[in-house]
């Protein structure tokens, strides 16, 4: 006979409130392995994920079924309200698991360079430096460790997917969200973004790769119809998806608001169903921009998969499109099976969020590293830099509040500052909608810990005449300049605002030893470059950018920083003068309620794959700085190319010929052969960091990727990859490439 023990009613609730108390994995696994094998095989997470979502696929409601391919609104957004809305955990969005089957919800936050929205929280999240900053390291073990620590704290803060990630080419350096991508070249843009995405998924919180595609300015981003060709498009904007894609196996890719040739971008059968799921085999789920999703039917069968953050299109519509027969229940099924799959191969299913204080201090470990990998030098006439305390007794330190912190980038990418925006009273709680955010990384104070013998003094700029007295006074005078940015705007043009220029050409005519410290999201024109001794570009730098910067200014670490995009020296060097601007404002709120016209904004994206230093190379422009530069306080010698034709691969010899350990950063390029539609400029094929002591050689080999030597063949959708001599460049930028070679393609 079988006896049953019951358990008390007190102990019960002592069971019940254990449980509700225990951190969330544990209620997950709770249940028994044996019923679990049986009950739920999918719980497997030996299985394959494809394979899991199908199981769980054949057991769901349509109700379910329909629950997982919508939002449940954004909090803090009173137009975008729903009865769910507040279990966003004050990120950016909630879609519903299905707790009968042990299918977690999605808890959304923006995080671009760190988990967006604490201040409102009341929570702390490190700020990495912008991605575009990170990108300028080249290195992808530094994105790699960005992402983790991005993956990491959403977790701690009990979010199970990230909104970050984006890989929109910087086709115009005044895109107000420059600072979030990863730069104008797709091997580089593509390569980074990738490491970092596969490393933040890889913390096991749902990875999301954005804003596909063509996103590539803020003005009219609601509207603005995107013309470019299908194979300049495969060739550049498209080319720097597929490779962080390939690289990330991010499980959601998020939609832009933008058209494209004509069709919204959450509606557009051609990106999102050709390529993207057809072409590249995308398994994961496809989400659309905050507002993004204009039709129910229209976007389905593009392949739109979660309509983001509201059930407008994808919720009782979408439900009457399958009864009338306009959507085949196929069509759910596919949407769910790759939001399930996304949610398996990210691991939330096995292993969801746990809260927990985050650690605080690998975060700042992290972003002074990263920083000090990112950080460009620009300029360094008579080896001003670094700073020799035996000789600079003096320093002026002027302008950009560096007495009190650095700038950071806006709108959705923003982290809030620990104590709320250096440049206020204190207390002033969360960070507003495009207000602009110092951090208390005050470079005055990280320079006198750095320099104690020398007397370092500020002034704050805004008075040329003091500033000018001050630096005649001094030794050195660092002028530290700031260009905002953010989601929402473009900037006008890349020169400094706030009369930023004037105070640098008067502290320069009183100081013969002017070094400028950037900080900035973009490019950054430069009427005064030949009057200052020094330029450095620290990006918008993040928590520990203070640290990072000082330790570069006084040479305890050397910069080894590349530039991702090119400087241009005027605005008509780029490819559009003018970002043009749309008609007449469209009616509705870009928050909440649908756009509606004008339909006739366009961009024409002329320039088709040159972006960037391909632009300058292909016209003959000289820009102010090229892509892939930065300078060191040593110096490299280049040597002995050799390409391997057969394996792809090219091969030489780096020398550090200074005196100081350093770390260059080798650029490979090759050009098509000649005669070739598209073989008048050269493009980036691979790099390697190569760290060297003075007089230190090193034999490098490095892989040519062939991936942006092929050309899109439209008619065929197929990649040609043409047989001929492609001449392959060494050096240290795109514009100094001492050594060449041939490789040979039969
Ligand atoms: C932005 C996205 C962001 C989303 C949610 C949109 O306005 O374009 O990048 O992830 O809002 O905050």
């Not at 700085?625 to 010899?653: E, H, I, M, N």
Request: with cysteine.
């Amino acid at each position: 006979m079988q006896i049953r023990t019951f358990p008390s009613r007190s102990s019960l609730l002592f069971m019940v409130a254990l449980l509700a108390s225990a951190p969330v994995h544990l209620k997950a696994q709770a249940a028994p392995s044996a019923q679990t094998a049986t009950d739920r095989p999918w719980m497997n997470p030996k299985l394959p994920a494809e394979q899991r979502a199908e199981m769980v696929l054949k057991q769901m409601t349509l109700d379910e079924k329909l629950s997982l391919l919508h939002g449940n609104g954004m909090p803090g957004v009173p137009q975008w309200s729903m009865p769910l809305t507040a279990l966003a955990n004050g990120g950016a969005g909630y879609v519903q698991g299905v707790p009968r089957l042990g299918i977690p919800p999605l808890i959304m936050s923006d995080a671009a360079y760190g988990v967006r929205g604490s201040g409102a929280n009341g929570r702390y999240s490190t700020a990495m430096p912008s991605n575009l900053g990170a990108a300028s390291s080249w290195d992808t073990k530094s994105a790699c460790a960005y992402g983790t620590v991005i993956g990491q704290e959403l977790r701690a803060q009990g979010f199970d997917m990230t909104l970050g990630g984006g890989v929109d080419l910087v086709r115009d350096p005044r895109n107000g969200r420059t600072f979030e991508y990863t730069g104008e070249d797709p091997l580089l843009a593509g390569t980074m973004d990738g490491a970092m995405m596969r490393c933040e998924q890889g913390q096991h919180v749902v990875g999301d790769i954005k804003h596909y595609v063509m996103n590539d300015q803020e003005t009219g981003r609601f509207f603005v119809n995107a013309i470019i060709s299908k194979k300049a498009m495969q060739e550049s904007d498209l080319l720097a998806f597929h490779i962080a894609i390939d690289l990330a196996n991010p499980s959601a890719v998020m939609c832009a608001y933008n058209r494209i040739n004509g069709a919204y971008a959450c509606q557009n059968s051609y990106t999102l169903h050709d390529v993207l799921k057809q072409q590249w085999g995308f398994k994961g789920f496809v989400d659309s921009d905050w507002g993004a999703t204009h039709s129910t039917v229209a976007s389905s069968d593009a392949g739109l998969d979660q309509e983001q953050p509201m059930a407008d299109y994808f919720g009782p519509r979408l439900k009457a499109a399958i009864a009338s027969g306009k959507v085949p229940m196929s069509a759910i099924d596919d949407h769910d099976r790759r939001v399930l799959f996304g949610e398996f191969v990210s691991g939330i299913v096995d292993d969801p969020p746990q809260k927990s204080v985050v650690d605080v201090q690998k975060g700042f470990d992290t972003a002074q590293h990263v920083e000090e990998e990112s950080i460009v030098l620009l300029r360094n006439q008579d080896n001003v830099l670094p700073i020799d305390p035996s000789r600079v007794h003096s320093i002026a330190l002027i302008g950009g509040h560096a007495d009190v912190g650095m700038i950071s980038g806006g709108g959705s990418a923003q982290v809030d500052p620990p104590g709320g925006n250096a440049i206020l009273p204190p207390g002033q709680g969360a960070t507003r909608w495009q207000e602009h955010i110092w951090f208390p990384t005050s470079p005055l104070k990280a320079l006198r810990a750095a320099l104690p013998q020398t007397k370092i003094t500020f002034d704050p700029g805004t008075d040329l005449a003091s500033a000018e007295a001050l630096a005649k006074q001094s030794d050195v005078a660092i002028v530290f300049a700031s260009q905002w940015e953010s989601e929402g705007m473009d900037l006008p043009d890349l020169m400094l605002p706030h009369g930023q220029n004037d105070l640098i050409e008067r502290v320069a005519a009183a100081n013969p030893h002017t070094i400028v410290v950037l900080e900035s999201g973009s490019a950054v024109m430069m009427p005064w470059i030949d009057k200052v001794d020094a330029v450095v570009e620290a990006w918008f730098p993040g928590s520990a950018g203070h640290k990072a910067l000082a330790n570069v200014l006084v040479g305890k670490v050397n910069p080894s920083g590349k530039l991702p995009i090119t400087f241009p020296k005027s605005d008509d060097q780029l490819p559009h003068a003018t970002i043009p601007k749309p008609p007449a404002m469209p009616r509705g709120n870009p928050l909440g309620t649908p756009i509606t016209g004008p339909m006739s904004y366009t961009v024409h994206y002329t320039e088709g794959p040159e972006v960037g230093y391909k632009w300058f190379e292909a016209q003959h422009k000289e820009p102010l700085f090229p892509f892939g530069y930065g300078l060191s306080y040593t110096t490299y010698k280049y040597a002995g190319l050799t390409v391997d034709s057969a394996s792809k691969t090219a091969r030489f010899t780096v020398t550090n010929t200074g005196n100081r350990a350093g770390t260059e950063i080798a650029e490979v390029y090759a050009q098509l052969p000649h005669g070739m539609e598209e073989s008048d400029y050269k493009r980036l094929v691979g790099w390697k960091r190569i760290t060297l002591q003075p007089g230190e050689s090193q034999t490098v080999t490095v892989p040519i990727d062939t991936r942006t030597l092929k050309t899109y063949n439209t008619a065929q959708t197929a990649w040609d990859f043409a047989p001929g001599a492609y001449a392959v460049y060494v050096g240290g930028s795109s514009a100094s490439t001492p050594l060449t070679a041939t490789l040979m393609i039969h």
